[in-house]
């Protein structure tokens, strides 16, 4: 174990408290946290939940890794006799990408609006710390760093930024990071599919040619984000040879960023009564939606829920009446639209 290792484990160890908690996403940066926190906490009863947020959106090649390493993790805790539960957390039904967006007729995400962080991710994480820590001391680690970029900076000032969370490498960089997974023996593996995670999603290299590997700097998130490149799904694509079946997600991803930068598509009155671009026309719903249901066929992937099918029939009914009639300073040019 290097000593950069055990000064990081000595640093948590008097930071466990009765709860503990480790925001784990698969990545790179929260598998160090995890396994950092582990190799503190071993040899105590103190408890610790291991809490992972599933979007119901993450990218397919994404999300069997994850399967993979939360199942090895459960395996090692177990056979370690770690006083640790694996969480994971979801959306609300009612908030999902696909009702807000096919029910609600929310535009997909832009930098002006960024709606879905929130629904997806944040509200399903606070509720569940807010619930298991009531009355209870704990500490939440998390593996946000400053490097990452210059808000992260500009927000996290010090490790322990807020009562009850730390982060226990807000100071890494990119290289520190890599060079720890690289080198440290991983509790319930290896790292190596991580290090492909990246390779396969980013054409960056942020760790040097000089030890022979190159990895990327950032892995894909929800596959329909339009703030996400396209081209990561080509990347990932042609590294696992599913090449066709990418394709064909990159093709209903662009279909939703250009139906959100093209107001006839919106009802000409708003959620709050007032007249102006409002949700998506419930005609462009139920267009997505076939889409969406082909594209499923097309894949062979499972890309939405019968929970979220029923909500999401539920408020075209409601919306039937309403938002219906496009913005008026706007044509409805359907019959060259990419929809039908």
């Known amino acids: 174990m290097s000593n950069c290792y055990s000064d990081l484990i000595a640093e948590i160890r008097p930071l466990l408290k009765e ?6 996403s698969g990545g790179k940066d929260s598998s160090v946290v995890l396994q950092s926190v582990l190799a503190a906490i071993a040899g105590t009863s103190k408890k610790l939940f291991i809490m992972t947020a599933d979007t119901l959106m993450e990218i397919p090649y994404f999300q069997e890794y994850l399967n993979r390493t939360k199942s090895a993790i459960k395996t090692y805790i ?27 007729g929310y535009p997909a995400a832009h930098m002006g609006f960024r709606w879905c962080t929130k629904k997806l991710k944040i509200a399903p994480i606070s509720n569940f710390i807010e619930i298991i820590t ?68 980013s054409d960056e290299c942020v760790y040097g040619e000089k030890q022979g590997v190159c990895v990327g700097n950032a892995r894909y998130g929800c596959w329909a984000c339009p703030l996400q490149k396209s081209s ?15 394709q064909a997600l990159k093709d209903f991803k662009n279909i939703l960023v250009n139906t959100a930068n093209n107001t006839a598509y919106r009802s000409r009155i708003r959620r709050n009564g007032k007249e102006g671009p409002g949700p998506f ?57 990419p929809l039908s």
């Open 19 to 24: 709860i503990n908690i480790v925001s784990f």
């Open 78 to 104: 177990q056979a370690a006799k770690i006083n640790a539960e694996l969480i994971t957390v979801y959306p609300d039904p009612r908030h999902t990408f696909w009702v807000s967006i096919l029910g609600m």
């Open 134 to 201: 009531f009355q209870k001391e704990y500490t939440c680690f998390i593996g946000v760093r400053r490097a990452e970029s210059a808000l992260r900076a500009r927000i996290y000032q010090r490790k322990d930024f807020k009562p009850n969370y730390y982060a226990p490498i807000l100071n890494w960089t990119a290289y520190d990071v890599w060079g720890f997974l690289m080198t440290e023996p991983c509790p319930w593996g290896d790292h190596s599919e991580l290090i492909k995670v990246y390779k396969y999603s």
């Open 232 to 246: 990561q799904l080509d990347l990932i694509g042609f590294h696992t040879g599913e090449v066709k079946r990418y």
């Open 281 to 337: 026309l419930v005609s462009i719903r139920q267009k997505l939606y076939a889409k969406l249901k082909r594209l499923e066929i097309e894949t062979g992937w499972h890309l939405i829920t019968k929970e979220e099918e029923n909500l999401i029939f539920n408020h075209w009914e409601i919306d039937r009446n309403i938002h219906h009639v496009a913005h008026k300073f706007q044509p409805m040019l359907f019959s060259s639209e």
